[in-house]
């Protein structure tokens, strides 16, 4: 079986955070209307400070996503789950991928 070689990424990806806040948030959307519609969607389960204590943390790139999260700003952006998760899931490997790169 032949090897696939890809060229490793040279920047690190970005962050869900990062695509939350450069895509999503901004004129037509606050990270308070955020909190807001997130809040409800969740239907109660979680609390609107803990809502935003999360949101705050993830698009300052303090905290992971996870995949409660993933789901809930899907139902608001429309978006699905999965793409979140993998943006996190890419950021791990990268991050795995240069401690031991430079190790060697």
Known sequence: MKKIKKKPLERRPSTPGEV???????????????SQKLFEVSKNNI????IKTKL????????????????LLSQILDTNP??????QTNVELYDVR???DEAA
């Open 47 to 50: 609390k609107l400070s803990t």
């Open 82 to 87: 999965r793409m979140w998760l993998n943006l």
């Open 56 to 71: 705050s943390e993830l698009i300052n790139d303090k905290r992971k996503i996870s995949a409660e999260f993933s789901y």
């Open 98 to 100: 240069k401690k031991y």
């Open 20 to 34: 939350l806040k450069e895509l999503f948030l901004g004129e037509e959307l606050s990270q308070g209307e955020l």
